[in-house]
């Protein structure tokens, strides 16, 4: 069983400050997307990396894959109030569906 | 860009009704999804269709009954649902693997009281 944690499971931060959330799994993936879910919509993804130690840009936001492709981290610099939403983490299964979703870090940027 | 509708957006039933939610993807799929979105809890996987068989089912009451009549179109037949069943029910499409990507839609807001 993958058992996938992501961290922390809350965060408030003022605009303008930097943060880092974390998807960690006792598993190896073949690839992992991030998602961004807001309030009464469905989650958007972000980015997919499939390299280890790969990382990737978005604007203000770097996603990085772990060496040993076990976990993930998501940064954000100079967070604004449009970052607020929930964060989801999402491995790839390496042959079936995939049906594993981290329970997220909703994060809460105040203006 | 979404190109996964789902309908209704929000639902309000009685436990005696029956309803459905409708989910449509115009991205060229050949798999879809339903998912259950209960507050606080990391997203349940419920079925999964590849090429219009269903293909998982994840232990789902057969108060919910799934159906996927082509592989642009899914449905999820409801009835005598509880107030616990009250949930954002979230629709997904995919290419088959390993091209697993999902893209999900906006989702329903249900509430069963």
């Known amino acids: 069983t993958q058992l996938l944690e992501q961290s922390p499971q809350f965060l408030s931060i003022q605009e303008g400050e930097n943060l880092t959330v974390y998807c960690n799994s006792s598993?190896?993936?073949?690839?992992l997307q991030w998602y961004r879910q807001e309030p009464g919509e469905g989650p958007v993804l972000l980015v997919t990396?499939?390299?280890?130690?790969e990382v990737k840009k978005l604007k203000r936001l770097t996603f990085q894959f772990g060496d040993a492709r076990k976990d993930s981290s998501l940064h954000i610099t100079a967070a604004q109030p449009g970052d607020t939403g929930l964060y989801l983490c999402?491995?790839?299964?390496?042959?079936?569906?995939?049906?594993?979703f981290g329970a997220g870090t909703r994060l809460f940027v105040k203006a | 860009e979404t190109g996964v509708t789902q309908t209704p957006r929000h639902l309000v039933m009685g436990m005696t009704n029956k309803k459905s939610l409708k989910c449509e993807q115009h991205?060229?799929?050949?798999?879809m999804y339903w998912y259950k979105q209960s507050a606080k809890k990391p997203l349940e996987l419920m079925f999964v269709?590849?090429?219009?068989?269903?293909?998982e089912n994840n232990s789902v009451p057969s108060r919910f009954s799934p159906e996927c009549p082509n592989s642009s179109h899914l449905f999820l037949h409801l009835h005598t649902l509880q107030p616990e069943d009250s949930a954002l029910y979230l629709c997904?499409?995919?290419?088959?693997?390993?091209?697993?990507?999902?893209?999900f839609g906006p989702g329903t807001r249900l509430l069963v009281l």
């Open positions: 999402a491995p790839t299964s390496t042959g079936g569906f995939k049906t594993i």
């Open positions: 990396v499939v390299t280890g130690g």
């Open positions: 269709y590849s090429l219009e068989e269903r293909v």
């Open positions: 991205l060229g799929h050949n798999a």
């Open positions: 997904a499409s995919s290419l088959p693997p390993p091209q697993e990507t999902q893209y």
């Open positions: 598993s190896v993936f073949s690839s």
